[in-house]
């Protein structure tokens, strides 16, 4: 009998399977914040279900639970105070041994609809999340709501699909007969099942907790496998809501809710090395620093890891036939969210001598005084600037910030701005350096945070060849080109294609390189170091289970 909730999600299903295969626009969950799509009362009500959260213990019960733990603290200058359980491995890995067969029982059916349904009642409480993802990263309300809600479910949907697809191509049964000549052909009965790997561990991270979270988590909840969510102490609050709403659906699906647990833990415990090397771990999903996932994919030699790490984006300028729309677009691009996106560019190339646009020839200065006089424009009126630079997650970034301007020629500073609302918040302007030669020993390592460089190249070529070079070596999951001349957009096509790295072309109007979409971008490709896995695609989940089969004769 097929699960009542895929059943109930079976054309969202069918809607997504397809939409993966077409790659063309779509998306299962409104991302404006309308009343119209949300309900009249919807933003209140999310804020208030937030605000309910703060200053005492998150209401989660939870096996396995010793005590209390958390110490987040908004970017917009306050402390949530809210504790989590604090759960003790050991028990709690018994807790889930004892939830896991019945789930893997339940066959892919049953882990598709109860997936799709978590997702649904996430979409529903998307305003609440919205203002837990606000006071743990510092994004600025309307993307915490877009990236942190609807868009962070998309990806979770979409990987959910891939999953569906990937496993219906096993049918559960075949007869097979094998011809014998004038003898009676042999004859097999032959029954396949779909078995989970084992537990999945997701590491958080505290930038985009649920947008980088939700396809890990829902690649391997959807293939049948239990999962450990494991935020970054930092951003705990959105993942908090999203395991608890799972675990009430798990509930009412008749399975045990631990299935789905949380393992929150503060700054300083070493709570991620000791899930990660748990002989029951067999698949691991982290976003974070390259030293922390190059750690586990040397150590956590009993489990599958996808890793999404630090890369050095790029922007190549040769030429535009829209200058203005090229600075506007690079400037929006480096200031949205200060930089603190894993797609947000760094280095920009810029040939020594110039380049051509239909105005005439622009120097190498020119262009650079452009970017940073866009920067200061779009930035100038603080209430509007906090809207797009939202606030600053990791006081780390403003470390970086103070040590960067020693590096290169400061075209524009970096300046704290004052939010109209949050008068403790860390608000910051991107800095923006030049430099008037290469040194790859300074601009091959990523400066996470709103840290750019314009780089002076001997020539577009050279340029390209840098950006390749940097991409293969240190790892990039955006590349994006200016160009009036077809046969150099072919030469960086050819130049991503060979280093792995997602390339825009020509960015100039309200599609930015930092921006990647569900159901058509792969963001990632796994083939350079900034990744080793793409989210998402086939590859990205079919590793998430095994087949098994029995036979005989029919």
Request: net charge negative.
């Amino acid at each position: 009998m097929p699960h009542p909730f895929f059943e109930r999600h079976q054309v969202l299903l069918q809607q997504a399977t397809a939409a993966i295969e077409q790659r063309a626009y779509w998306s299962a969950y409104a991302e404006m914040p309308s009343p119209k799509a949300y309900g009249e009362t919807a933003n209140a009500d999310g804020k208030a279900a937030y605000e309910a959260h703060l200053g005492k213990p998150f209401a989660l019960t939870q096996a396995a639970t010793a005590g209390q733990t958390g110490k987040e603290a908004s970017p917009y200058g306050f402390d949530l105070g809210i504790s989590y359980p604090k759960a003790d491995l050991e028990q709690l890995f018994t807790a889930i041994k004892a939830a896991a067969p019945a789930w893997r029982k339940a066959g892919p059916e049953a882990w598709v609809g109860v997936s799709l349904e978590i997702l649904q009642r996430l979409n529903q409480h998307s305003f609440e999340i919205a203002y837990a993802v606000m006071h743990t990263t510092g994004q600025a309300f309307m993307m915490s709501f877009q990236a942190g809600g609807p868009h962070a479910q998309d990806r979770g949907l979409e990987a959910v699909a891939y999953a569906w697809q990937q496993m219906r191509n096993i049918p559960k049964t075949a007869i097979w007969e094998k011809p014998q000549g004038k003898n009676e052909p042999l004859k097999m009965e032959k029954h396949y099942t779909i078995v989970p790997r084992g537990v999945g561990l997701v590491i958080g991270c505290c930038t985009f907790p649920t947008w980088n979270s939700y396809p890990g988590l829902f690649a391997s909840l959807a293939t049948g496998n239990a999962v450990i969510v494991k935020p970054h102490p930092g951003a705990i609050l959105p993942l908090a809501i999203t395991v608890k709403i799972a675990r009430e659906v798990l509930a009412e699906a008749g399975f045990d809710p631990n299935i789905v647990t949380l393992a929150a833990h503060e700054q300083g415990d070493n709570a991620a090395v000791a899930l990660a090397t748990r002989p029951e771990v067999r698949l691991i999903d982290f976003t974070g620093s390259s030293q922390n996932g190059n750690w586990l994919e040397r150590n956590a030699h009993q489990a599958q890891v996808f890793t999404e790490k630090s890369g050095v984006n790029q922007i190549i300028i040769d030429s535009s036939d829209d200058f203005k729309g090229m600075v506007r677009n690079i400037a929006f691009s480096l200031a949205l969210y200060s930089g603190q996106m894993c797609t947000a560019p760094q280095n920009i190339y810029i040939p020594k001598e110039g380049i051509d646009t239909p105005e005439g020839r622009v120097s190498f200065d020119q262009v650079v005084a452009a970017i940073g006089d866009s920067i200061a424009r779009l930035t100038s009126d603080p209430a509007k600037a906090v809207e797009v630079l939202g606030a600053i997650q990791n006081v780390a970034v403003l470390e970086r910030i103070d040590a960067a301007r020693a590096i290169g020629e400061v075209v524009l500073d970096s300046q704290a701005l004052e939010h109209p609302l949050f008068p403790g918040a860390r608000i910051r302007t991107p800095l923006l350096l030049k430099l008037s030669a290469v040194d790859e020993s300074k601009i091959m390592q990523e400066f996470f945070g709103p840290i750019s460089f314009c780089i002076a190249t001997d020539s577009t070529a050279h340029s390209i060849a840098l950006s390749e070079k940097i991409a293969r070596e240190h790892g990039a999951l955006t590349l994006s080109v200016y160009s009036s001349s077809a046969e150099l957009i072919a030469n960086a096509r050819s130049a991503a294609e060979e280093a792995g790295v997602a390339l825009s072309i020509n960015l100039t109007g309200a599609v930015f390189v930092n921006q990647s979409a569900a159901f058509s971008d792969f963001h990632g490709t796994g083939a350079n170091p900034a990744a080793n896995a793409s989210l998402s695609d086939a590859a990205f989940v079919a590793s998430r289970f095994r087949v098994v089969q029995s036979r005989a004769h029919a």
